[in-house]
């Protein structure tokens, strides 16, 4: 099983900041990889795939960029609404997909 | 606009039954592959489960294997999960999820709300 795990665990981020996120991989995933975003007392909901791809509708202020096994989420000028648990996961070992444990990002 | 519900969870014993329910609609069904995961309140997502679009491939967790059933019924446009011998550890949140288009896309564009399901005696 591809394990996956996120740093730092909590982030705290002045709103209009830069938040960055990693995301590692065991082994290789190469691009197969998407970010999900879960606000409190939501269902996640897909920011990035492939790596670098926004989902539809996902605002330019987050960006993605990694392949193999070492990859980053930004969150340029933090909003307030962008609050949330951030989950990346890996799905290069389909359908066997794995989920890394997340990263918290809260406004300082 | 695409919709999945889900439905079934509740209070079950160790050892009992339960059967999840996800209803979808806003989109073609029978073209997407789906699947199930789950998260213990506060911690983080377990894949557990997926079928393919016609129903001919099925994957499982280590975890759920050999005691939770997954299913589809293209016809009512819902999925199932058939949970049995359940344990204390299976509570969670349950959410089913609509795999991206594409074969072996594997991640998930559109999740339920999620149900819950708590074991106790």
């Known amino acids: 099983e591809i394990v996956m795990t996120q740093s730092p665990a909590t982030l705290s981020v002045s709103p209009g900041e830069v938040a960055t996120l990693s995301c590692r991989a065991s082994q290789t995933v190469s691009v197969n990889l998407a970010w999900y975003q879960q606000k409190p007392g939501q269902a996640p909901s897909l920011l990035v795939y492939?790596?670098?791809s926004r989902a539809t509708g996902v605002p330019a202020r987050f960006s993605a960029s990694g392949s193999g096994t070492e990859f980053t989420l930004t969150i340029s000028r933090l909003q307030s609404e962008d609050v949330a648990i951030y989950y990346c996961?890996?799905?290069?070992?389909?359908?066997?997909?794995?989920f890394g444990p997340g990263t918290k990002v809260d406004l300082k | 606009q695409v919709q999945l519900v889900e439905s079934g969870g509740g209070l079950v014993k160790p050892g009992g039954s339960l059967r999840l329910s996800c209803a979808a609609s806003g989109f073609t069904f029978s073209d997407y592959y789906m699947a199930w995961i789950r998260q213990v309140p506060g911690k983080g997502l377990e894949w557990i489960s997926y079928?393919?679009?016609?129903?001919?491939?099925?994957s499982y967790a280590d975890s759920v294997k050999g005691r939770f059933t997954i299913s589809r019924d293209n016809a009512k446009n819902t999925l199932y999960l058939q949970m049995n011998s359940l344990r204390a550890d299976d509570a969670a949140m349950y959410y089913c999820a609509r795999e991206a288009p594409g074969y072996g896309s594997g991640y998930y564009d559109y999740w339920g709300q999620g149900v819950l399901v708590t074991v106790s005696s």
């Open positions: 492939g790596a670098s």
């Open positions: 079928m393919s679009s016609s129903g001919s491939t099925i």
């Open positions: 996961q890996q799905y290069n070992d389909w359908p066997i997909v794995t």
